[in-house]
DNA sequence: CAATGTTGCTCAACCGATAGAGCATCCTTG
DNA sequence: CAAGGATGCTCTATCGGTTGAGCAACATTG
């Protein structure tokens, strides 16, 4: 089958020409023992009565070297890499750059490793990204916005590695997300506030973008509805449009809409900012574009976006309460399934 | 396959309690070597002349019992960790974050694992995490936007790991960087002319946004300039504001300026998006900004911000040429510093 | 039939860091 | 001054995979 498969790289792996300090070195050139050398680099020294004197010797040698610690050895020994994964869906948005950059300084904060890897909404290549982390030793893995978080679980507990949930939930394991429920069903109500404030006819809205099967599309749909209730309004399925997060799957969904018959509502409740794009472009392309004019809400924030436009909402959700959630949990050894649901906020009405 | 740690007090997240399945499971079950199973599980059976037979009983044994490689071991051994670094700035935009997406796939297609850590441009933060990846024995390190590079190089290089520099150049190491002179030149350009088409006088522009000591940012006021020679303006200092990338230092350095009794000019180079937020912040806040009116130029690319927005030009840089350039150097082995320059291209004008 | 080659597999020595056990000294204390 | 303890350090096995060397068994050749 797979013969030689190897180093697409062009084996461009020459030995280096500069060998690597160890701690065999830092020792022969320190005069003392490899172990009183990994203690003191360690720092386990006190706990192993090595003396300052020797400790502050080495130190000064390692740092003269250029010593660097490998982990890979380190790791293999201790059977605990320091290593934390992430796998995100996407980098094309605040949200999850923000997910990414806090993740980030939260594991540093505890002397772990981040490895974050995007996977761009691709089943497959989850399960690829998970096994791969796994294979690099992580010592807890959390899946964000995947598409079958139980399914990641389930490989890292054959493997006995933690897992967690962010931001879409599983039942294997703990998961943080927004309230994307209450969310959308503020969010659907301002936007039907807004109409009824500019004086315009109270209708039921457009909702686009998503994936109708997904946890967050489902709860969001469910809190448009509710709202929609809630004013006595119908929010029939035909206007529900969840045909993927891609901007050109909105225009098109939006285009055979139309191609329908049927009229534009006057309010559109927007999945993502992803999703947005491909909203605002088919409205601008079809004359139906009007900073001053257009009702737009969207389930996701973007301050650039906020502070462009006039009339649209954002739903920004609490990426630091998630973030502070999700490590309270890796602090806490937790591992049992339970849903930690976090409330969003608006941001900005232009 | 039950619960989790055995002891709830204490250390949570101790030792595993699934024992992961190593070489030496596999070969006990398969009636083999761990020498044999190594082999096959690493794809250099046929070199090492085991049946076809051995080959898959242990491939399949294997898929059953749900191994998965050590790859701490692996490359400690082999001397090559097959891992990849690449520091970033942010994930606030979507150029890092294509960037970061591209790279991540280019990487995989070439069996590489990638590590991406972003160090907010942070120059402490940027040598800590250049420390870390070359003590998780990353074979190659891509330092993007950093503050510093040839500092990186230097860790690199005492630690005999290859380094690379993208979106910003160094003088130690291999550069792939895009034409910023260029492409603020051709954009300045841009928006004078959008000046000249509505009717209004010419006159010199304000440039917002970046560091006045860092490369592009240099490049950009130098092709900003050469732009109003062109036009037969001048481009005094004083409307150049790099006062720093975040929003707020826009939103300061631009209500300074008013402060200081001049006139805001008729147009806005702004040097990315996260500045530019800050910039629409302030003449929004300030009655000074129309969509129609605004004469603003962005070096940076958002498709939302510009299908937002109706005379706001943007230059994209070409990330998926600067991807490629980058990794046909880290294929061939190319070391040896040098700079290459890609062309910028404009995208929307609203 | 001996010499040589090929096939299929295993042995043992690593890679670098770490932890338990052990071993001299030196210091107390009765 | 011997027993007991503290101090300061080293020895050695080990984590899991990989690799050069080596060894039977069988096939081929002159």
Redesign the pocket.
Known sequence: MNGNSRDAAGNTARRPNV??????DV?RLA?????????V??G?WRK????E???ERILKIAEDEG????M???A????RSHLIGMLVPKYDNRYFGAIAEGFEAMARARDLFPIITCTLRDPRLELEAARAMIAHQVDCLVACGATDPDRITRICQASGVRSLNLDLPGKLAPSVISDNRGGAQALTAAILQGLRAAGKPLAPLLFVGGRAHDHNTAERIAGFRAAHADAGLAAPPELTLAAGYAPEKAEAAIAAFVAGGRNLPPGVFVNSTITLEGVVRWLKANDAYDTRAAHLGCFDWDPLASVLSENLLMVRQDVPAMLAALFALIDSGESRAAIIDLPTRFAGGG
């Open positions: 060998r690597r300090k160890t701690i065999y020792a005069g003392a023992s490899p172990t009183a050398v990994s203690a680099l360690n386990s192993r009565r090595i003396s004197a020797l400790a010593y660097s610690r490998n890979q050895a380190s293999l020994r201790r059977e």
